[in-house]
């Protein structure tokens, strides 16, 4: 399905969005990609919704793309004795593995991993940052700390280690038993959070065996520090700025969120922008000006998606977010300026055959004014290739592999459709021209910039 934007949006479905009525609005009103929550949900709702998905790409021929995000680890205290505290900047307060209700001198914490890593020094964070401690003593059983920022602290309350890596893999049991049926079902790509180094995102693959793609979640400072390498394991990366905002200071974000995008561009990996970007419409029919500056925002920094999340997921307006996301991309994508902003050397091609040829069919569709250009491959490699270049028309890809007209799904410009592999050029023309003419990107008397990339040690590969 023709969009009038080559940036992409992620929806996220949950009790606002899970029916089928709602999933097709969702796609028809601009959702690119169906992000399915595994902190939330279990295996029969998922599968439904998958379901549901899937139907509305048949119905509709097209190939809309589902992401399974994991939970990850989820740290803890304990509980209280009656249910929750108040503690002062100050106050000395106590962490430790005995498991009876807390007052407010100590709480347990249930994971010793924990209290394994930490240093005297090491700051904890809890209640998404709103409650600060800086450990004073510890020990593999307990840790003594001091109040910085005080507040109420009440049951069940998530822990934050931003200062230390933790002994914790990225995918816990819980995590595993999703993987396996997110697999089972068939879903394109996988989010993978918590993690913390390159190791994290090796263990993924080893699971899932190119199954499917892996996005790292970049929710922690460590991973920041270590984003090239991660990048360059990872399939993708999504700026995960909610739990990136409470481990970092809030000022550091946006330059943290440049550095990542700025790296997967240099590295040619899909980078996805999340969380709160619009926020405000979770209660209310129209965003703020600060979330529309945030989208935009986003786009002119080369994002290939925005994501939405409980805008989507649980608000009140879920097909009124995804049109005013994409009215936003829109708007900022015909600002003469968007292209020269994106086009900086972190989009220079690489010196091999593949950009060679990708950048001879964006130079070739640029200067002969092409309505779009048109790529023959079943190489997933080959479009994100082509799309990290940003041309300045839409890049129409045909495969013959449902999995990678799928998958492209989150990759800026690109739409997909499903053709029988050819190598001889007249058939291959006949069939991109009949194409984008019935799609709409292309009228009779327009240009369009074909590539076979079907024959890939082929060196006549490119026609105007």
Same mark, same amino acid.
């Given at each position: 399905?023709?969009? #009038? ?20 609005? @969702? ?6 990609? $169906? ?26 021929? =097209? ?29 000395? $307060? ?22 394994? +890593?930490?240093?005297?020094?090491? =700051? @904890? ?14 020990? !593999? ?12 602290? !009440? ?19 819980? /995590?595993?038993?999703? @993987? ?19 190791? /994290?995102?090796?263990?993924?693959? =080893? ?35 909610? /739990? ?53 925002? +986003?786009?002119? &920094? ?11 997921? !649980? ?22 300026? &968007? ?8 989009? #220079? ?8 040829? &990708? ?20 190489? $997933?490699?080959?479009?994100?290739? #082509? ?5 300045? &028309? ?7 592999? /449902? ?11 690109? #739409? =997909? ?23 709409? $990107? ?23």
């Amino acid at each position: 399905m023709k969009r #009038c934007r080559n940036g992409k949006i992620i929806a996220t479905i949950g009790p606002a969005s899970s029916s089928p009525a709602v999933i097709e609005k @969702l796609y028809l009103s601009g959702v690119d990609v $169906f992000r399915l929550n595994f902190s939330h949900g279990d295996h029969a709702g998922h599968e439904k919704v998958y379901n549901a998905i899937r139907s509305v790409g048949h119905k509709s021929h =097209s190939f809309p793309t589902i992401l399974a995000d994991l939970q990850g680890p989820k740290l803890r205290v304990g509980t209280f004795e009656n249910d929750k505290i108040f503690l002062e900047e100050g106050d000395v $307060f106590r962490f430790d593995l005995d498991k009876t209700p807390g007052d407010t001198k100590r709480v347990n914490l249930p994971h010793p991993e924990i209290l394994e +890593a930490l240093k005297v020094g090491t =700051s @904890l964070l809890l209640d998404d940052g709103k409650l600060r401690f800086e450990v004073k003593d510890c020990s !593999s059983e307990y840790a003594e700390v001091k109040v910085i920022v005080g507040g109420q602290l !009440s049951n069940r309350k998530g822990v934050n280690v931003p200062d230390v890596m933790l002994p914790i893999p990225a995918l816990t049991e819980k /995590d595993r038993k999703d @993987l396996d049926f997110a697999l089972r079902l068939g879903v394109d790509w996988v989010a993978l959070s918590f993690v913390q180094n390159v190791e /994290d995102v090796e263990e993924a693959h =080893s699971i899932i065996k190119g199954r499917a793609k892996i996005m790292s979640k970049i929710e922690k400072p460590l991973a920041v520090q270590s984003i090239e390498p991660i990048t360059r394991i990872s399939d993708g990366i999504m700026v995960a700025r909610g /739990d990136l905002g409470v481990e970092m200071n809030p000022e550091e974000v946006p330059a943290a969120q440049r550095l990542i995008i700025n790296t997967c561009h240099r590295l040619g990996k899909p980078v996805v922008v999340a969380t709160q970007m619009l926020e405000s419409m979770i209660t209310s029919p129209s965003p703020t000006r600060a979330e529309v500056s945030d989208i935009a925002n +986003a786009v002119y &920094c080369g994002a290939d998606a925005t994501m939405l999340s409980a805008e989507s997921a !649980s608000g009140q307006y879920p097909l009124e977010s995804v049109e005013m996301m994409s009215k936003i991309i829109e708007a900022t994508e015909k600002d003469p300026s &968007c292209v020269r902003r994106i086009e900086d050397d972190t989009q #220079c091609p690489h010196q091999t055959s593949l950009d060679a040829k &990708c950048k001879a069919a964006k130079d070739a569709a640029m200067f002969s004014n092409a309505s779009c250009i048109v790529l023959f491959t079943d190489s $997933f490699e080959s479009v994100v290739r #082509c799309s990290r270049l940003r041309p300045t &028309c839409p890049i129409v890809l045909g495969t013959s592999s /449902d999995e990678v007209a799928r998958q492209s799904g989150v990759l800026y410009g690109v #739409c =997909s459709f499903v053709t029988k592999k050819e190598f001889d050029m007249e058939k291959l023309s006949k069939v991109a021209v009949t194409t984008v003419v019935n799609r709409n $990107f292309a009228k009779v008397g327009d240009r369009i910039v074909m590539v076979n990339d079907f024959e890939s040690d082929s060196v006549n590969i490119l026609q105007i």
